[in-house]
């Protein structure tokens, strides 16, 4: 009977679930640490040890704070003072509970691996080995006429679909070798080096050697079905180089060059790099207007290209991009007078159509950012901690309607907290510090819908993400370490979504590409973030 008793009351009272939400990952002793019930609530809540069973720290619950988006309230839960390491849940006093979560040094470090690991499972070979691939009308020149093969093997697949674009996969290692630069203590250096190799030997493919310009992207005429790589049949094209690809590329491989010239076993490939960077740059001078635009190249060319575009209506920021890494890794003063000519005069978080940010991240990493650039990233991270106050889940994200768009979770919540931390080592501004994680928790179940938003990671996750390798593939369910786009009113996926609400707008079904996406770019800002958040623990 009372066996009974205590089991009726453990399930009633304890039932665990997402009305308190928590990072389902876990939390740094010394961060700020805070839950959310997902309702007005005022009492006590107590943290429960999972191992023992036993109640470990005890407080009244804090503010009750309206949402920006609707009539629903949320009330904050702080327990920042209590640091032990363990496995516990929070339950309130009226029978709220939380997912179970983990206190401790290291919390971020298996995502961290799992999200480095993602960019494995995404690699195209063998599924597309690409060493037939034609050199498409758009792109056509004196030695590689149009219906030329050439051979462009390996690269990650870009996102749900199997095609390999060169303006955000040199995004994407871009960003993540940006973390390496800054965070050297990262355990998983070594096969963070070979993995990003894998995609630099594959965009090295994509130059033409006549020229040094570089092929925008890899692609087959319209987007396969959701059907296996080995089931894929159509065509594979290189179409038009353009300036933004092109200067993207001398980016990467600028910033890679200087970076891998230091590791033996890549430092022949390192050389070629500096080369490649160099060559393409030139061809950008030489081509300033090439911005590709899908639809005007297909009014001229057959057959119509229809995948992502990437397009961009302007270079300025990629020109910077690549010229602050030319003049790091190179140390010639053309490049240094080329960074300033296109410095933007404001710091912007980086996406892939706004690379500014890269540039201020290679400056800052390597001291030679001047001293109005400093002032403009605390500027943008002064602006960015004032959205915190008042916030419904404790984030600067996520309290307005514009922070919800195709990829936001990545492009804002994780760009932005990215930039915090470069911030943070400018001035030593501790906020900078907390908010970044405060932008982790949000994406790692700290939000409206009680989500961990990567896949394969915390109690709550996507599982049917917008993802090919995914879908068809025999194991049920997602390949894990992806994190997914998010809330995005705009549904162009035509999608019916069970909420109209910004912060809501997401549904975990595999047709939402608007919000259920995976990308290599969106990847990349968790992983930088992943380990920039570990790195920065010890001076929480
Ligand atoms: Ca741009």
């Known amino acids: 009977m009372k066996k009974t008793l205590y089991l009726l009351i453990l399930l009633t009272a304890c039932t665990p679930g997402d009305t308190v939400l928590v990072n389902q990952s876990g939390y740094y002793p010394g961060q700020e640490k805070v839950a959310v019930v997902d309702a007005s609530f005022t009492g006590s809540f107590r943290i429960t040890d999972v191992i023992t069973g036993t109640s470990v720290f005890e407080a009244k619950s804090g503010d009750i704070i309206p949402s920006p988006f609707s009539s629903k309230v949320r009330t904050i ?139 925008h992207k890899l692609t087959t005429p319209e987007f396969e079905g959701f059907i296996r790589p080995e089931e894929c049949k159509k065509p594979r094209y290189v179409v038009q180089k353009s300036v933004t690809a092109t200067l993207d590329f001398a980016a990467s491989m600028a910033q890679a060059a200087r970076i891998y010239k230091n590791v033996e076993k890549y430092a022949g490939p390192a050389i070629r790099m500096e080369q490649a960077a160099e060559a393409a740059f030139l061809w950008a001078l030489d081509n300033p207007d090439s911005l590709y635009n899908q639809f005007r190249m297909n009014e001229n060319f057959s057959p119509a290209i229809q995948t992502g575009a990437y397009g961009d209506r302007s270079a300025r920021d990629e020109f910077f991009w690549a010229s602050c890494e030319l003049y790091l890794t190179t140390g010639k003063d053309a490049y240094l007078k080329k960074a300033m000519e296109y410095a933007p005069g404001k710091f912007s978080a980086p996406t892939w159509g706004n690379v500014d940010g890269l540039g201020y991240f290679a400056l800052l990493t390597h001291d030679k950012a001047p001293h109005a650039m400093k002032e403009q990233v605390i500027a943008f991270c002064d602006s960015i901690i004032s959205l915190a106050t008042e916030a419904s889940f404790a984030s600067s994200y996520g309290n307005s309607a514009r922070d919800f768009f195709w990829g936001c979770l990545s492009e804002s919540c994780s760009s932005n907290a990215i930039s915090l931390l470069y911030g943070y080592r400018l001035n030593g501004n501790r906020d900078y510090l907390l908010q970044a994680y405060h932008n982790m928790d949000y994406l790692l179940g700290i939000n409206p819908l009680g989500y961990c938003y990567v896949t394969g990671t915390g109690s709550k996750s996507p599982v049917n993400p917008h993802h090919r390798l995914a879908a068809t593939d025999d194991i049920p369910g997602p390949l894990p370490g992806f994190l997914v786009g998010g809330p995005n009113p705009a549904k162009q996926d035509g999608c019916f979504y069970p909420s109209e609400l910004p912060d809501e707008s997401y549904v975990d079904v595999v047709e939402s590409y608007a919000s259920n996406e995976i990308a290599i770019n969106w990847n990349a800002t968790l992983l930088h973030l992943a380990i920039a958040l570990q790195e920065c623990s010890p001076s929480l």
């Open 77 to 215: 839960l702080d327990f920042t003072s209590f640091n032990q390491p363990g496995e516990y849940r929070i339950e309130t006093e009226n029978g709220s509970a939380s997912h179970v979560f983990t206190i401790g040094e290291n919390v971020l470090a298996p995502l961290a691996l799992t999200a480095l690991e993602a960019f494995y499972l995404q690699r195209s070979t063998p599924g597309h080995p690409d060493t037939l691939v034609l050199v498409h009308a758009s792109a056509a020149s004196e030695d590689r006429p149009e219906g030329t093969v050439i051979s462009s093997p390996g690269g990650w697949y870009d996102a749900g679909d199997y095609n390999k674009y060169i303006v955000n996969a040199s995004y994407t290692t871009g960003l993540i070798l940006a973390g390496y630069e800054k965070y050297p203590g990262y355990s998983q250096n070594d096969r963070l080096l070979d993995e990003m190799m894998y995609n630099l030997e594959w965009s090295l493919t994509m130059q033409d050697p006549a020229d040094g310009g570089v092929y």
